[in-house]
């Protein structure tokens, strides 16, 4: 097997963040978590390379995280999770935009996540 897969987990709930951490954890994946701004999400997914990137739309700062998505499309095709607690219609439509994997609505369990993966990765 090759190296663990990279998950970029961008959640300004540092509660949150812990427990999507734990479940990629029991997934095999390694993470780099505990990002609360859109702006570091950009830099760090510049640094890293991400395989994944769970983004939550809501974030503290300027950027949500549909901004920060976009900017992140202007560099790399990386694939994306929303997780939001916010489902409406306009957010919908602007996630779309940047092509994502997946959205879903808050709360998470883990099988929800699995479930997403495995429609992605071969797991």
């Not at 202007?74 to 439509?93: A, C, E, M, R």
């Amino acid at each position: 097997m090759g190296a663990p897969k990279k998950v970029l987990i961008v959640e300004d709930d540092l509660i949150l963040n812990l427990l999507y951490e734990s479940y990629f954890d029991r997934l095999g994946f390694e993470t780099e978590g505990e990002l609360v701004y859109g702006k570091t999400a950009i830099e760090l997914a510049k640094k890293i390379e991400p395989d994944l990137i769970v983004m939550d739309i809501s974030l503290e700062g300027d950027l949500d995280g549909i901004d920060a998505m976009n900017e992140i499309r202007k560099f790399s095709d990386v694939p994306v999770i929303y997780i939001t607690g916010n489902s409406d219609p306009l957010h919908v439509k602007r996630a779309k935009e940047t092509n994502y994997l997946d959205y879903l609505t808050k709360p998470i369990e883990f099988e929800d996540l699995k479930e997403s993966l495995e429609k992605h990765f071969n797991m």
